[in-house]
């Protein structure tokens, strides 16, 4: 077992799956056996099919990077607390009905049962925490 995981924004930007589906997970309540493996290494790189992504795993926290191209549906958590950290570009949320506008180093958090969606009308790059979840279970979408 590895005693940390370093992930350099440099590593994310290069992430095959950013540029393709718009998004990687990193942090996860479970793996996903087809696609993710516990991490080995202390200096995270991104890895591309058939190769599994590293991971680390943690009960309840789950940690995403995402662009634009993410599919967001609109969506809340049950028990779950997002908190998105923008990172690059320009973002908008819509969080219960208001429009936030977040700028680099710009921190939203969205508390459970609040209905939010990204919008995708410019570029971006975005860290997502999602505390307190049980994962894909804790999702609900509108």
């Not at 309540?29 to 992504?53: F, G, L």
């Not at 506008?101 to 609040?114: A, E, R, S």
């Not at 995708?120 to 509108?142: M, P, W, Y």
Request: aromatic content about 4%.
């Amino acid at each position: 077992m590895t005693p940390a995981l370093f992930i350099s924004l440099e590593a994310s930007k290069q992430d095959p799956a950013l540029q393709t589906r718009g998004d990687r997970k990193i942090l996860v309540t479970e793996i996903r056996p087809d696609s993710e493996q516990e991490a080995e290494a202390v200096v995270w790189r991104a890895s591309s099919p058939p190769a599994k992504c590293p991971v680390v795993t943690m009960r309840d926290t789950e940690l995403a990077t995402f662009t634009e191209r993410a599919k967001q549906a609109r969506h809340c958590h049950k028990i779950g607390t997002e908190i998105y950290t923008l990172l690059e570009g320009e973002m908008t949320m819509e969080v219960a009905g208001t429009l936030y506008t977040l700028h680099p180093g710009d921190t939203l958090i969205v508390k459970p049962g609040v209905w939010h969606e990204t919008k995708r009308d410019s570029k971006f790059l975005c860290q997502v925490v999602t505390a307190n979840c049980a994962g894909i279970k804790d999702r609900q979408e509108h």
